[in-house]
């Protein structure tokens, strides 16, 4: 947890009650926002970023049972896990189990003595360690399943999941979507002459100069070996292009700083905007990593360090 204190929401219909206790979890370290009922609780953590609620069981309207089990209706929509502290009178165990299985993670009897209050909450913050360790954890490794170790960048399996989101949202709003596959020239040279260590330096040379060229919104993909593919949000051809023409300009200006030494290396470009047609979103993103690999094999064949724009998909050929 952050060393911020916790955020936590104390729901109490008695007003004596909820003064006395808002006081002892203030001076304990705690943010206490207070709420009334049930309906206003709910409203304010949907609005709120709580870590933490204390709510009494017996309250008119909303009931704080009926509140556990709203709330974790909605769990997935918060940012985080709310722990849950039910007060109750009701001490059976048919009742909390009642309690418990509605969403609490834990009761307290009323009125609730204050080191066992405190003592609870004390065992609520260890399970929002865990559960933002384990959040943490997961999202740590979800970017390393969709980030190339060498460079940094998206790999393939981001690239191919992506765009094709990208290409549906292009066309739900009209927007255009463009795409450059670029490739370094010679590349094999640079690793048999000067070692794969040089040739590493200059592939994360490459991916900086070419996120130093591009817009926040666009991002940059790992194809394979030394191929990158750019894809550019609201974009049209020419601008993607240009794009382009700024990356291979720098590329073949700028020597790439690398365990050998200062190397030139250019690179060969393909670009290609999406097709405003009516073929399937899938098909779309297909389609338009085909048309930038071939205008990018062309440049390759024509001579390379150069920028070649795709045919338009219309005119039967396949780049």
Not at 6 to 16: A, F, H, R, Y
Not at 153 to 168: A, C, G, I, K, S
Not at 216 to 234: C, I, K, Q, T
Not at 246 to 271: D, M
């Amino acid at each position: 947890m952050s060393s911020a204190p916790i955020k936590l929401l104390l729901v109490e219909d008695e007003p004596t009650q909820l003064l006395v206790m808002q006081r002892v979890l203030g001076q304990a370290g705690y943010a206490v926002e207070t709420a009334g009922d049930g309906e206003e609780a709910l409203e304010k953590i949907s609005n709120g970023q709580f870590q933490m609620l204390v709510t009494d069981w017996d309250m008119p309207g909303m009931d704080g049972v009926t509140l556990c089990r709203r709330i974790r209706e909605a769990q997935s929509q918060l940012p985080g896990y709310l722990y849950i502290l039910l007060l109750t009178s009701h001490s059976s165990t048919e009742n909390v189990v009642t309690g418990l299985e509605a969403g609490a993670d834990d009761y307290i009897s009323k009125p609730p003595k204050t080191p066992e209050l405190l003592a609870r909450l004390k065992a609520g913050q260890r399970v929002l360690q865990l559960e933002q360790s384990l959040r943490e954890a997961r999202d740590k490794i979800h970017q390393l399943s969709i980030t190339d170790p060498l460079v940094g960048t998206y790999n393939r399996r981001y690239l191919n999941d992506h765009l094709v989101q990208e290409v549906e949202r292009a066309r739900r709003y009209g927007h255009s979507l463009a795409a450059v596959m670029a490739d370094l020239d010679f590349f094999k040279n640079v690793n048999d002459q000067h070692g794969h260590q040089a040739g590493d330096d200059v592939l994360r040379g490459f991916v900086e100069l070419a996120k130093a060229s591009i817009r926040s919104s666009d991002w940059v993909a790992r194809y394979g070996g030394e191929e990158f593919v750019v894809v550019l949000p609201e974009t049209d051809l020419a601008g993607a292009a240009a794009t382009a023409e700024k990356i291979r300009g720098c590329c073949a200006t700028a020597p790439f700083e690398t365990t050998a030494g200062r190397l030139v290396v250019t690179a060969s470009f393909g670009v290609a905007a999406l097709d405003a047609g009516s073929v399937p979103v899938g098909t779309a993103a297909e389609a338009l990593l085909r048309r930038v690999d071939s205008a990018l094999y062309r440049s390759k064949h024509e001579g390379r360090n150069r920028v070649t724009i795709a045919d338009p998909p219309d005119t039967g050929t396949a780049g």
